[in-house]
């Protein structure tokens, strides 16, 4: 029921920021739980945020501290903020919405996904 699409990624070196974004094309449920996930080549896709109906996120331990998970319902946007990037960082980057307490995976939709590479 929902049409992801992520932008926003891009190169760069370690230590630096970028800013991804995820729109809702067609459709948006405040009430749904969004997280972003990403996958690097050869890996399995993991979590990295999570904010649920109410605004309350949490992240992976990999990342806490850098990275910081928002949206916007009136924009209709889904952010994820990253900073302090690391080469471990390099994946491909995807946003979901669901619903559920194990990283929204009810009815979970998922976004085409953005590239992001971090160069030591």
């Known amino acids: 029921q929902v049409q992801l699409v992520e932008s926003g990624g891009g190169s760069v070196q370690a230590g630096g920021s970028l800013r991804l974004s995820c729109a809702a094309s067609?459709?948006?449920?405040?009430?749904?739980?969004m997280a972003w996930f990403r996958q690097a080549p050869g890996k399995e896709r993991e979590g990295v945020a999570i904010?649920?109906?109410?605004?309350?996120?949490s992240y992976a331990d990999s990342v806490k501290g850098r990275f910081t998970i928002s949206k916007d319902n009136a924009k209709k946007n889904l952010y994820l903020q990253m900073n302090s990037l690391k080469p471990e960082d390099t994946a491909m980057y995807y946003c979901?919405?669901?619903?559920?307490?194990?990283?929204?995976?009810?009815?979970?939709?998922w976004g085409q996904g953005t590239q992001v590479t971090v160069s030591s």
């Open positions: 904010i649920d109906s109410g605004g309350s996120t």
């Open positions: 067609r459709y948006w449920y405040s009430n749904y739980c």
């Open positions: 979901a919405a669901g619903y559920g307490g194990s990283w929204c995976q009810i009815r979970r939709y």
